[in-house]
């Protein structure tokens, strides 16, 4: 098997550290604090949870878990369905936990169907009114919560709420939630801007209410060693310079670096080098250049000029000064902070906090690597 894992989770072996993270995650979980989970996309919080769920099974510590998707829900019944789905695949029809479940939300008449592929079961709500919709969620979290086990939810993608059209979905969530003391929730998100309006902004409900986690890189000397490891256990040689520099090309930004490390193990050539680094990381950019070309369609020319200056530049702290405008013909700095907004609403553009400061860099590490490459 290639031991770099790009989709998913698999077990600790295929896992880079985050020992801290993990650690501080489950320090929330056993003293009833619930946590938000914040990076950027691709940083590796759905695999953070899914280790420390893994965690918990293995060293058998007294909980549940259950983990929710919401990113596909467009609406509060969504919301509720999927919910649902997720607590019927982690406690199957067939276990005692299982059938409670399906007994209990059978009050709340749902029409039950059978995905094809998978043969679980999916719920379907129909609602009389909008107080009984409420209450098939506030049950919903009844249910968990009345486990003798405490139950661990985690809710990925948990801005996606802010897009429902229904009014008031945070009030109505976070006061069911308040009054579950023996459930535990992970909201995780990747929109930096939204998930920190909602749990730290005074007067919205989630106010203050979870302990906020934050993911950046893994170290260099961590994921380095860890690199070397997975090549030198299946007999293939890599020298410390080879492996930093897939480090640095990929921006330790965990998706690429490990797409990247993925697909040199598939050479499984028995020695690595720098050489045959570049080579696997132009096939991907080949690869992947049709999207980049959908992507120019998608925006104004401004707005591509900047993204080629920026990924020149790898990451831009002052991008309104006058010598990275004029350095890149990008003409007034008004237009590029017009430009910039827009780009960081496409998630195209992802601003970095590094050495105090705040700075611009294409969000998709091989899109600005394929940028840089073209327009020299
Ligand atoms: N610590 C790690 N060690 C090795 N691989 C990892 C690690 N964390 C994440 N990955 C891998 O990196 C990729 C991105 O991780 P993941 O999907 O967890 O990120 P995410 O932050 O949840 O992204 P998104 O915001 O898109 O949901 C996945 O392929 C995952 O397998
Ligand atoms: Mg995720």
């Not at 399906?102 to 999916?122: D, E, H, K, M």
């Not at 302990?211 to 299946?234: H, M, P, Q």
């Not at 950019?285 to 020149?312: G, M, P």
Request: hydrophobic share 40%.
């Amino acid at each position: 098997m290639n031991p770099f894992v790009i989709r998913g989770y698999v077990s600790p072996d295929y896992f880079c550290d985050r020992a801290e993270e993990a650690e501080l995650l489950l320090e929330n979980i056993i003293n009833n604090a619930d946590t938000t989970l914040i990076s950027p996309r691709k940083f590796g919080k759905t695999g953070l949870v899914l280790h420390v769920f893994d965690r918990i099974a293995r060293e058998k510590l007294p909980f549940s878990t259950v983990y929710v998707d919401i990113f596909a829900t467009l609406n509060l019944d969504n919301f509720v369905s999927t919910l649902s789905e997720a607590v019927i695949s982690e406690f199957p029809e067939k276990t005692s936990m299982g059938k409670k479940f399906l007994r209990y939300i059978r009050s709340f008449r749902p029409v039950i169907s059978y995905n094809a592929l998978t043969g679980n079961p999916q719920f379907s709500f129909e609602y009389q009114s909008v107080a009984e919709k409420e209450s098939t969620l506030k049950g919903l979290f009844e249910f968990l919560n009345s486990q003798e086990q405490t139950v661990v939810l985690a809710i990925d993608e948990f801005q996606q709420i802010t897009e429902y059209p229904e009014k008031n979905v945070e009030a109505l969530i976070r006061s069911c939630l308040q009054q579950m003391h023996n459930l535990r929730i992970v909201f995780s998100g990747s929109k930096h801007r939204i998930m920190t309006e909602m749990f730290s902004t005074a007067g919205r409900p989630f106010f203050s209410s979870t302990r906020t986690l934050s993911l950046s890189e893994i170290k260099n000397d961590v994921y380095r060693a860890f690199i070397k490891e997975k090549f030198g256990e299946n007999g293939m040689r890599v020298d410390d310079g080879t492996v930093q520099y897939i480090l640095d090309w990929s921006l330790r930004h965990t998706f690429y670096t490990q797409s990247v490390c993925n697909a040199v193990f598939a050479t499984r050539s028995k020695t690595i080098t720098t050489e045959l680094v570049k080579h696997v990381c132009a096939d991907i950019l080949k690869r992947e250049s049709v999207n980049y070309l959908q992507i120019r369609e998608l925006v104004t020319k401004k707005q591509w000029d900047l993204l080629i200056a920026l990924a020149k530049e790898s990451t831009v702290k002052h991008i309104s000064s006058s010598a990275f405008l004029s350095r890149h013909k990008l003409g007034a700095a008004t237009t590029v902070s017009h430009s910039l907004k827009s780009l960081m609403e496409k998630e195209l553009v992802l601003s970095v906090f590094s050495e105090g400061e705040i700075g611009y860099r294409v969000y998709d590490v091989f899109f600005m690597r394929w940028l840089a490459g073209q327009y020299v």
